[in-house]
């Protein structure tokens, strides 16, 4: 089966967002999102998906992978870039690998050829239906404020929903608290250090 990696959702869960982004600003639903030239539809669907993408690009529990191991490919020694791949690194955070032609480049070492199979933090864009639902409410409301400031600009929708925003930040910053498995002694490089002295 085909992936959309820009995260088109073309579902029902897009079709809902794009309703609460829509409904935030005192429009109403529609029915469908597909082939709709409804201004307000396409640019509620262009701004939620730069805002998962954004989002998702920081980094959560729920899209980290550490220790991924991409392999070269046995003639052309050249790893593909997949189009979900939104940060590649090394563990140790030395090294970044970066998009260069539509295959992992390496740029410390100045090569897009490896030899051997690359293990990597990497960070993946995932679909809207695939991310805990506290993420899926911080980016609905993020992009409806966004929505709202650069089509509208109503002061009394901006304030509502500045606090709707708010209060699905606190949401996800909780969610990672809980799932994170964060330990200030193992996981932080300067205690790290001091602890080793």
């Known amino acids: 089966m085909a992936r959309s990696y820009e995260a088109n959702l ?3 869960d897009e079709l809902a967002a794009v309703n609460e982004m829509l409904s935030a600003i ?3 639903p529609v029915n469908t999102i597909e082939g709709d030239s409804n201004a307000d ?5 262009r701004i939620l998906n730069a805002v998962n993408t954004e ?5 959560w529990t729920f899209n980290i992978e550490e220790d991924a191991i991409l392999t070269p490919d046995v003639f052309s020694k050249l790893i ?41 933090s990497l960070i993946r864009l995932k679909g809207f239906e695939e991310m805990p639902t506290q993420f899926r409410t911080y980016i609905i409301a993020k992009a409806a ?12 929708i901006e304030a509502s929903l500045q606090l709707e925003e708010q209060d699905a930040w606190a949401r996800v910053q909780e969610f990672e608290l809980e799932y994170g498995a964060f ?13 080793t002295r």
């Open 41 to 45: 539809v396409a640019n509620c669907r």
């Open 145 to 156: 404020r966004r929505f709202n400031i650069r089509f509208f600009g109503a002061a009394e």
């Open 80 to 120: 593909i870039w997949l189009p979900d791949y939104l940060s590649v690194k090394a563990p140790s955070g030395t090294t970044v690998y970066v998009n260069r032609g539509g295959y992992l480049y390496d740029r410390n070492a100045k090569t897009d050829e490896f030899t051997q199979p690359v293990t990597v």
């Open 55 to 59: 989002v998702q690009s920081m980094g």
């Open 26 to 28: 005192g429009e109403s």
């Open 10 to 12: 073309e579902t029902s």
């Open 183 to 195: 330990n200030m002694l193992d996981g932080d490089a300067w205690v790290a250090g001091r602890l």
